[in-house]
């Protein structure tokens, strides 16, 4: 990892981090729900059987109405709950059976399906504290999402505040791009006309 990559990366979630303390309750509700009212746009979510996605921290978009939108179609939902190797097991999602984990992250209480239960999800909806253009993700720089995703063969969607999706961002070769963005003013489809 290059220092200045690295110094990029950690303006740009400083940035984001300080943006995201400003929004109100009321903003962050508005978020989840206009989120959840332009899922059904994204086709691979309406087919999806299985799909892992998040139990979302106070300061993300929400993911409670996608999560109730998902299951009331009848969709089986994962969610990671993280382990001491900072690697990630899935777990059934079930409404209410959720407790804070030990990293301040809201995490099921289910049983422990294991890390290659992500293999199975059509779709995987990824927290991001940006995603560019080209479907460059910035994550909180922790890596669980990287590692989990390696060699992952379903379609990444990532859920950003609007002025969270940017025209560029500092990225790495091991930096996985998502397939799709949602916002709450719609689904964005990456460009993939640059190197990554």
């Known amino acids: 990892m290059s220092a200045e990559v690295t110094s990029e990366k950690s303006q740009v979630r400083s ?16 978020v ?5 009212l332009h899922a059904p746009s994204v086709a691979a979510l309406v087919r999806a059987r299985r799909v892992a996605a998040y139990l979302s921290l106070p300061s993300e978009p929400g993911t409670e109405p996608l ?43 289910g049983p422990d399906l294991g890390p290659d239960a992500l293999a199975s999800c059509d779709v995987a909806v990824v927290p991001a504290l940006a995603v560019d253009h080209a479907g460059v993700r ?12 390696e060699g992952f063969g379903g379609v990444v969607c990532a859920l950003v505040h609007d002025d969270e999706l940017l025209p560029s961002l500092p990225h790495e070769p091991h930096d996985r791009p998502v397939d799709l963005v949602l916002t709450p003013a719609g689904l964005f489809r990456p460009s993939r006309d640059r190197d990554l």
């Open 67 to 109: 999560l109730a939108w998902l299951t009331g179609l009848g969709i089986e939902v994962l969610v990671p709950r993280s382990r001491p190797d900072r690697s990630m097991e899935w777990v059934r999602y079930a409404p209410g059976e959720v407790v804070v984990g030990g990293l301040g992250v809201p995490e099921p209480t």
């Open 15 to 30: 940035a984001v981090a300080a943006r995201r303390r400003g929004r109100s309750a009321v903003s962050r509700a508005a």
């Open 32 to 36: 989840a729900e206009a989120i959840a």
């Open 138 to 149: 910035l994550g909180r720089g922790a890596g669980y999402y990287d590692r989990a995703l």
